[in-house]
C-alpha cells in the first residue's frame, strides 16, 4: 500500500510538469514552453543543480521527462521508504506563500529574489531594514563630464542564525566557510523590484543541501 502511494504521488508530480509542456500531435519530443511551465523555468529552477539543469536540457521524449522529473524529487526526499514527500510538500507549500507574498509587476512571487529565498530557506527568524548609500552618476549638463554622486538605497535584511538552519546546510557552511553565528542575506527594498545584493551563496548551499543522494 506505501509503496502504491508513493509510487502515485510520483507519477502526479511527473503528470504535473507533463500538463505544462506542449507536446505536438503525435511527437515524442516535448516542447519547452516560453515562460514559467518548464521544470527549469518555473520555481523548481531554484533547487536544479547545474548538472540537473544541463541534463534537464537535453531531453528529447516524454518517457525521458517523466524518469527525470520522478529522479528529481527522488533525490530531495528525506524518508524515500515512505508515503509521500516531505520535501516536496514544503517546497510547494513556499512557493505558494511566495507568490501571494512577493509578486512583482508581472512576475510571480516565486521568482523573485525574496520569493527564492522563501522557497529554499523558509521565512527568516530575524527580518531587518535599513539604508546604504551607494554611488550614482548624475549626467549633469551637455557637454560637461558626468559626476558621481551617491544615492541613499531602502534595504532588507534577512537573519538566519546558524542553529535553526537544516543540519544539511550547516555541514556544508561548516566544510565551505567554517563556524558561523548566521548567515544573511541582504536585498535592495524597492517597492518596484527587490533585488538580492548580497547572500547569493548561501541559496546556492541550499539548493545543495536539499540533494540526500
Request: aromatic content about 8%.
Amino acid at each position: 500500500m506505501a509503496e502504491g502511494k508513493r509510487g502515485g504521488w510520483r507519477l502526479a508530480a511527473a503528470l504535473a510538469v507533463l500538463s505544462s509542456l506542449t507536446l505536438g500531435c503525435g511527437s515524442t519530443e516535448p516542447r519547452r514552453p516560453a515562460s514559467g511551465a518548464g521544470l527549469d523555468e518555473g520555481p523548481t529552477r531554484w533547487l536544479m543543480l547545474p548538472d540537473e539543469e544541463h541534463q534537464y536540457r537535453r531531453l528529447r521524449t516524454t518517457r525521458e521527462v517523466v524518469d527525470f522529473v520522478e529522479e528529481f524529487w527522488r533525490r530531495r526526499d528525506p524518508e524515500p521508504d515512505k508515503p509521500g514527500n516531505p520535501f516536496a510538500k514544503t517546497f510547494y507549500e513556499r512557493v505558494e506563500a511566495a507568490d501571494r507574498l512577493y509578486s512583482e509587476g508581472g512576475t510571480r512571487g516565486s521568482l523573485t529574489d525574496r520569493g527564492r529565498a522563501l522557497v529554499l530557506l523558509g521565512p527568516p527568524p530575524v527580518l531587518r531594514y535599513g539604508q546604504k548609500k551607494v554611488p550614482a552618476w548624475n549626467p549633469g549638463r551637455a557637454g560637461a563630464p558626468p559626476a558621481v554622486q551617491t544615492q541613499t538605497v531602502p534595504l532588507e535584511t534577512w537573519v538566519y542564525p546558524f542553529a535553526e538552519l537544516t543540519p544539511e546546510l550547516q555541514q556544508l557552511i561548516l566544510d565551505e566557510e567554517g563556524p558561523v553565528p548566521e548567515i544573511v542575506l541582504v536585498f535592495t527594498a524597492d517597492p518596484r523590484r527587490t533585488d538580492l545584493i548580497d547572500g547569493e551563496k548561501y541559496l546556492k548551499m541550499a539548493a545543495r543541501a536539499a540533494v540526500r543522494r
